[in-house]
T-cell receptor
């Protein structure tokens, strides 16, 4: 099994430019998570999907961040426009459903905004 | 105060040493995860615990629900074990510790 697949692996953009990240979760995993991890810190949840519904987006900066999960499978996370402080690793994870189930994380996208 | 505290923050040891990383939390949880993160950024799930003890190869994880404490042990440590180890507790969502950076020298 391929695991949680994320792309791109690395991205460098100038501030004020848009950027998008893509995530393909484990087949059959209904719950999908986007996390942001700043250097030296633990990941912080941005948004959680149950199938195609965003059930927790309270930490998503909605003025510049958006996400979608069409058909309840793949998901994209977009930032427009990017700011210097958005430089971080963006991690996608999936699990069968919300609750005490195993999580599988992707390799992450390391974003550098210059 | 963070809901999840790990110790130590950094740990350097020699190959072969027995390693212990500790995690304390302050809230009621439904599960606790131990995760491994290598320099490239990807995270690997090592264990999910809700009670007792789990073992996988040279890795052992224990949890004491009453004391709100978990430990991750590595026996016969090896340089390839060098990584950041993260404890995360499941409340309504995963709450992560800041991680323990482990370096095993040959």
């Amino acid at each position: 099994e391929a695991g949680v697949v994320q792309s791109p692996r690395y991205k460098i953009i100038e501030k004020k430019q848009p950027v998008a990240f893509w995530c393909n979760p484990i087949s059959g995993h209904n719950t999908l998570y986007w996390y942001r991890q700043n250097l030296g810190q633990g990941p912080e949840l941005l948004i959680r999907y149950e199938n195609e519904e965003a059930v927790d987006d309270s930490q998503l900066p909605k003025d510049r961040f958006s996400a979608e999960r069409l058909k309840g499978v793949d998901s994209t996370l977009k930032i427009q426009p990017a700011e210097l402080g958005d430089s971080a690793v963006y991690l996608c994870a999936s699990s069968m459903r919300t609750g005490p189930y195993g999580y599988t994380f992707g390799s992450g996208t390391r974003l550098t905004v210059v | 105060k963070n809901e999840v505290e790990q110790s130590p923050q950094n740990l350097t040891a020699q190959e072969g040493e027995f390693i212990t990383i500790n995690c304390s939390y302050s809230v009621g949880i439904s599960a606790l995860h131990w995760l491994q993160q290598h320099p490239g950024g990807g995270i690997v799930s090592l264990f999910m615990l809700s009670s007792g003890k789990k073992k996988h190869g040279r890795l052992i994880a224990t949890i004491n629900i009453q004391e709100k404490h978990s430990s991750l042990h590595i026996t016969a440590s090896h340089p390839r074990d060098s990584a950041v180890y993260i404890c995360a507790v499941l409340v309504e969502k995963l709450v992560f510790g800041q991680g323990t950076r482990l370096t095993i020298n040959p």
